[in-house]
């Protein structure tokens, strides 16, 4: 009830191609779902989060996708550059109380 | 990182042996968080802090404990090392807990390799 699943693993993508990373989740008292981004070395950060009362949000080239019914949730990150290669982990959480992460997915963008 | 510093930043330890991590904040958060990152599990909760001598269990507690004495310093102990408990362990800090803008500030971890 409490695990949130993630996928794929790993990606590649092609610079300048979209880089799509799928989250599924059980507990529909999960109501906020925050993406975190991590470099080589470095602690995660968040990136992006979004409210099951919207169903996209869009921050430059990254974008939230949230299907309530469907209990998945998506990072779509357009354009994708070099830059971007690093491990995403989605995560979500209930009103008090400590957040669930994915087991998260190393994205690689090649040049 | 936030104003969060994690020591040591590596550690070889043996199995047996008790190992201490500090985590210290400048940002005078309320919440701080003792995390360990595996590969294919993401970062799971191992104990947190609300408050100062406040602490609770996480997901994943067994052969860890905690101490927080002063608002800045939360210390992760390992009682008797382990080669399960080798990991890389990242300290959170947060202002709030459970808000829909809750925002986690991680430090930059501490590799822990337990022989």
């Known amino acids: 009830q409490q695990q949130v699943k993630q996928s794929p693993q790993s990606l590649i993508v092609q610079k300048g191609g979209i880089s799509i990373i799928n989250c599924a989740y059980e507990n529909t008292a999960f109501d906020y779902f925050p993406w975190y981004q991590q470099f080589p070395g470095k602690g995660p950060a968040l990136l992006i989060a979004?409210?099951?009362?919207?169903s996209e949000k869009k921050e430059g080239r990254f974008t939230i996708s949230f299907n309530k019914s469907a209990k998945q949730f998506s990072l779509h990150i357009m354009d994708s550059q070099p830059g971007d290669s690093a491990t995403y982990f989605c995560a979500a959480s209930i009103e008090g109380q400590n957040f669930v992460f994915g087991p998260g997915t190393r994205l690689s963008v090649l040049p | 990182d936030a104003g969060i510093t994690q020591s040591p930043r590596h550690k070889v330890t043996e199995t047996g042996t008790p190992v201490t991590l500090r985590c210290h904040q400048t940002?005078?958060?309320?919440?701080m968080y003792w995390y360990r990152q595996d590969p294919g599990h993401g970062l799971r909760l191992i104990h947190y802090?609300?408050?100062?001598?406040?602490?609770d269990k996480g997901e994943v507690s067994d052969g860890y404990s905690v101490s927080r004495s002063k608002t800045e310093d939360f210390l992760l102990t390992l009682e008797s090392a382990t080669s399960s408990q080798t990991s890389v362990y990242f300290c959170?800090?947060?202002?709030?807990?459970?808000?829909?803008?809750?925002?986690?500030?991680f430090g930059s971890g501490t590799q822990l390799s337990v022989l």
């Open positions: 959170a800090i947060s202002e709030s807990k459970g808000t829909t803008n809750e925002k986690l500030f």
């Open positions: 802090s609300y408050g100062v001598k406040d602490t």
């Open positions: 979004i409210r099951p009362d919207v």
């Open positions: 940002e005078n958060h309320r919440y």
